[in-house]
């Protein structure tokens, strides 16, 4: 399975962006797919997941301002009022027979204040 990133940016505090995510390979017996982000300095955390049953999950920190969503073999990430804090390289994941964990490469956002 590979994972490619795309839809990071420079964004000014306030504005929106979307990330993007597509696998490809053997993306059957999908458990989740989501994003994490991992900022300097600090240890990555969950940003938010979607289930193959549509089922979602969010950090606090994000929630009501992201919006997770997956469409077949891609999922997304929609990010609106972007906090300064929300800066960090955010990582697309996927879970697949519930053992098998895949990266992609990471997008950077960065929120300027």
């Known amino acids: 399975v590979q994972l490619q990133a795309s839809g990071g940016g420079l964004v000014q505090a306030g504005g929106s962006l979307r990330l993007s995510c597509a696998a490809s390979?053997?993306?059957?017996?999908?458990?989740?797919m989501g994003w994490y982000r991992q900022a300097p300095g600090k240890q990555r955390e969950l940003v938010a997941t979607?289930?193959?049953?549509?089922s979602t999950n969010y950090a606090d920190s994000v929630k009501g301002r992201f919006t997770i969503s997956r469409d077949k073999n891609m999922v997304y990430l929609q990010m609106n009022s972007l906090k300064p804090e929300d800066t960090a390289v955010y990582y697309c994941?996927?879970?697949?027979?519930?053992?098998?964990?895949?990266w992609g490469q990471g997008t950077q956002v960065t929120v300027s204040s």
């Open positions: 994941n996927l879970v697949r027979l519930r053992t098998s964990v895949y």
């Open positions: 390979g053997s993306i059957v017996s999908i458990n989740f």
């Open positions: 979607v289930t193959s049953g549509g």
